[in-house]
Structure formats: structure tokens, C-alpha cells
């Protein structure tokens, strides 16, 4: 019988809210922890653990026909996919921060700054709407750290409890977008596919009505 991709984070904050939605929609899945890609034994669903950032390329590839992915991720590279639920768990923001120590007036004030992200679209198109030009820094990850070494004036990152820019001594002073968790699918998935999709999306519905 024909089965379901799914692509879910392989470790990282969505990674268990993402196996739990999936739990309470009643669809078990043996899961070796270390392994790539588990089945459910009683929905026809194969689930691939991935990491975030390749996501949206394997759904345009149609690798897997379905993801549960931060929207954070979408907007940052794939603005091309769409949404068929939004999911109500894993809520973050991406912000601009600066030093505490920093007298921040407006966006104007990184005009010619250095910034350190992981999500440069969102950055540059946000301070493209704005007016304001600025010196991207990309890093894939610890971004918090590169004001204190030196590297950038002010960071772009997610962020969620606020603890890591507080660690950092950094402030949030502009939220560029308000993102959450999101079953995405492919352009690619076939007519059978499809018809799954809509059976886990009801299932997937329901339990968010529970949840409220
Ligand atoms: C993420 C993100 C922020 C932090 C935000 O980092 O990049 O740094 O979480 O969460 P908070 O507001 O609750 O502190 P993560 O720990 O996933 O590691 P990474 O940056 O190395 O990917
Ligand atoms: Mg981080």
C-alpha cells in the first residue's frame, strides 16, 4: 500500500510536539531514535527526520510529500510551499536585537550595521521595505554570541522564551514576524497522497479543537 511522507525535525524544539500531534491523531510510530526514517504500524505514513533548513527543498523535490515545519522556516526559504494547517505549537518570533547597553530609536539605526542571522531573506526583505541598508553576516547557528566577539553590531534570530538574548546581553527591539508550527505539503504529492493528506487532516483538525 501506498504510504505518506513526512518530513519532521530530527532534533530541536519541534521535534516532540511534532511526534505528539502525530501521537494524538492515533498514529503510532516505531521509532528507533537514531534512525533517519520510522513507519507508522497503523496509518499509512513513513516519517523522515530532517534537518529544519533542508525541509522545503525535499517538499519542492516532492522527497516528501508533507512537513511539519516552523512557518519561520517557510518564509525564510519557502515562500513557494504552502500551508495546509496551522498547528499552534512551537510559537516564536524573529526579531532584531542589539547590545542592552545600545540607545535604539528606530529601524534607521541599522542603517550600515553589521548583522549576525540565520534567516537573511527575512532580514533583507524587511529592511528593504523599511529603507534601510545593512551588512548581513550569515551563521547558522549561536548567533546570540557575535555582538559580544565582535563580529556584529546586532543579531536576527528567533526568539521564543527570551533567555538566550537576556544570557546575551542582547534586547529585542523590532519583531519581523510572528511564526508557529505548520503542516506544509509538497507541489509534488500525487492524487493518492492527497487523499491521505486530507484523512490525517481531519484527524490533525479534531485534536486541535481538543486542545482549545
Ligand atoms: C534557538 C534560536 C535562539 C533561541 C531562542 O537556538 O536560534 O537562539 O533558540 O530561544 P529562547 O528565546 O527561548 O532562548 P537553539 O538553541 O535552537 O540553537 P542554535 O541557535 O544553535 O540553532
Ligand atoms: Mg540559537
Known amino acids: 500500500m501506498k504510504k505518506i511522507k513526512i518530513a519532521i525535525q530530527k532534533s530541536g524544539r519541534l521535534n516532540e510536539d511534532s511526534l505528539q500531534i502525530l501521537k494524538d491523531c492515533g498514529i503510532s510510530i516505531d521509532n528507533g531514535k537514531d534512525q533517519l526514517k520510522a513507519s507508522s504500524r497503523n496509518f499509512p505514513l513513513e516519517v523522515f527526520y530532517l534537518r529544519n533548513g533542508d525541509i522545503p527543498q525535499y517538499l519542492r523535490d516532492g522527497v516528501v ?34 547590545p542592552k547597553s545600545v540607545k535604539y530609536q528606530s529601524v534607521k539605526d541599522f542603517e550600515g550595521k553589521r548583522i549576525a542571522t540565520s534567516y537573511p531573506n527575512t532580514v533583507e526583505s524587511y529592511l528593504k521595505e523599511k529603507g534601510v541598508k545593512a551588512d548581513l553576516h550569515i551563521i547558522s547557528g549561536s548567533v546570540e554570541i557575535a555582538p559580544n566577539i565582535g563580529l556584529a ?36 504529492i500525487s492524487e493518492e497522497n492527497t487523499l491521505l493528506l486530507e484523512k490525517l487532516r481531519f484527524r490533525i483538525q479534531s485534536v486541535l479543537r481538543a486542545r482549545q
Open 65 to 98: 510529500d508533507i512537513a511539519i515545519i516552523g512557518e519561520n522556516v517557510l518564509i525564510e526559504k519557502g515562500q513557494d510551499i504552502t500551508v495546509a494547517e496551522k498547528l499552534g505549537f512551537s510559537k516564536c518570533k524573529v526579531s532584531l536585537a542589539v
Open 153 to 188: 553590531d546586532a543579531i536576527c534570530d528567533i526568539v521564543s522564551s527570551g533567555s538566550t538574548l537576556f544570557k546575551n546581553n542582547l534586547k529585542e527591539v523590532e519583531i519581523m514576524l510572528h511564526s508557529e508550527a505548520v503542516l506544509a505539503v509538497s507541489p509534488e
